[in-house]
């Protein structure tokens, strides 16, 4: 089969095996991928600071057929050859992929295209549990969403504003993008790199700051965001698009009692991942079948260009989700 295969001189489509599923995975044949920043530093050949290999294959978010069920899966998922699936996973930019049973969830409307489903999985499970599960948003409270304009910044506003935020605010440096911003839920859009972003989000909260922050920048931002979260606020570290380090203020994170919560799905075990979609599905489904959560979809490349689409995500000019076509028949 078809393959994004990391290679010493940068990504190449190759022919690899077909993969087969283990006991607990599904076999997916490939109609459309989404692109996610993680698949740059795997396509680098480097994965999250570790070094990624020759012969690995990219993809973490997939959709398509189901083509086979290994035993567990066949008793534990509910799904059967043929139904269409949207997938978060690994080695997915192929013909054929496997993921984890608890990964692969149906898509909700026959209507939905592959292009539009490949835009999904990813965002709901990471932004869900960012947001509900460890950001433990309540109804009414304040939100900020630094990085708004990317996939899952957008998803995340949606999923606030859905569970009931009362004002809900987003980040994104670039003022094209900022003004899309309250299309998808945003009641104030903000520049992080502007030096008076955390007064204008005190001054929107009457000076006490937000609720919680789900960060996808960290890096140069961090202490400004623990300045304009209010005492006993929340701060869910998801990405770090601004750096991985940065000054740390201490003392203002002890004295304003903040929660500040890592999350990332590397160091989840399979029980945890499959949780985490449970939740998702349960909380989120219906709003999902009818059209309430949506990610714009930026542009769609064909298989066979996938160094121009991971250049196009890396160049960072892009609005919502870039999607890649699975590779042809």
Same mark, same amino acid.
């Given at each position: ?30 109609? #459309? ?11 680098? /050949?480097?994965? =999250? ?98 990085? #708004? ?135 989120? /489904? ?25 250049? =196009? ?17």
């Amino acid at each position: 089969m078809k393959a994004v295969v990391v290679t010493a001189s940068g990504v190449q489509i190759q022919d690899v095996p077909t993969p087969t599923p283990k006991a607990n995975e599904v076999l997916i044949h490939v109609r #459309a991928c989404g692109l996610n920043r993680a698949d740059l530093m795997v396509a680098s /050949g480097m994965a =999250h600071g570790r070094a990624g290999g020759a012969g690995t294959i990219v993809g973490l978010e997939f959709v398509g057929e189901v083509a086979g069920l290994g035993a567990e899966a066949e008793s534990e998922s509910g799904l059967q050859i043929g139904d269409r699936v949207m997938c978060g996973g690994a080695q997915g930019w192929a013909e054929y992929a496997v993921t984890d049973w608890g990964r692969a969830a149906k898509i909700p409307d026959g209507n939905v295209s592959w292009t539009e489903a490949a835009t999904l999985p990813i965002a709901l499970n990471t932004m869900h549990n960012a947001v509900v599960t460890a950001g433990r948003m309540q109804t009414g409270e304040s939100v900020l969403i630094q990085g #708004a304009s990317s996939g899952v910044g957008l998803m995340a506003q949606q999923i606030a504003k859905h569970k009931g935020a009362g004002l809900v605010i987003g980040t994104s440096t670039n003022a094209v993008r900022r003004a899309r911003l309250k299309d998808f839920g945003a009641d104030l859009a903000l520049d992080s790199r502007d030096p008076t972003w955390a007064d204008q989000v005190l001054d929107a909260t009457n000076g006490d700051g937000v609720d919680l922050i789900v960060d996808n920048v960290s890096g140069y931002t961090v202490n400004d965001a623990l300045r304009c979260t209010k005492v006993l606020g929340r701060i869910v570290n998801v990405g770090r698009l601004g750096g991985f380090q940065g000054d740390f203020d201490f003392d203002l994170h002890a004295a304003r009692r903040i929660d500040y919560i890592g999350v990332t799905f590397r160091t989840r075990s399979i029980a945890e991942v499959r949780e985490i979609a449970r939740q998702m599905q349960a909380d989120l /489904g219906d709003a999902v079948v009818q059209g309430k959560l949506r990610i714009p979809i930026d542009s769609v490349y064909p298989f066979e260009q996938v160094t121009e689409a991971l250049a =196009h995500m890396k160049a960072n000019q892009h609005f919502g989700k870039i999607v890649l076509e699975g590779p042809a028949d």
